[in-house]
């Protein structure tokens, strides 16, 4: 198995509205679709960033991990899911559309524990 961990920058004025619509629209698909580990939000605490200075983005606001096979199968089924016409339809309300967006990252990684 292998985890691909999913980072967002969204556009903090439109933050509220996202979660809104992450937690009414995007969760309840992308769960049905994919092995979703869980999908988490920023809360009002402040983040602890040790090291090197972040730049002007600092830390991501929106965290989510799918579960794969390997990376042949999420290669297979990530693009699939994401250019259907029923992640079209619920992407089309995204608040602020795609350039809210500010960064997006994908990293992967093999779990040391189960």
Known sequence: MIYEIRNYHFKPELFDRYKDWAKSKAVPHLGRELDLVGFWVSNADTPEVN?????KLGV???????????????????????????WEAIFSHVPGGRSSYLRIEAKFADALME
């Open 60 to 86: 991501a606001n929106v965290t989510w991990i799918i579960r794969w096979k390997d990376l042949a199968q999420r290669n297979d089924v990530l693009p699939r899911v994401l250019a259907s016409p029923e």
């Open 51 to 55: 090291g090197e200075p972040q730049d």
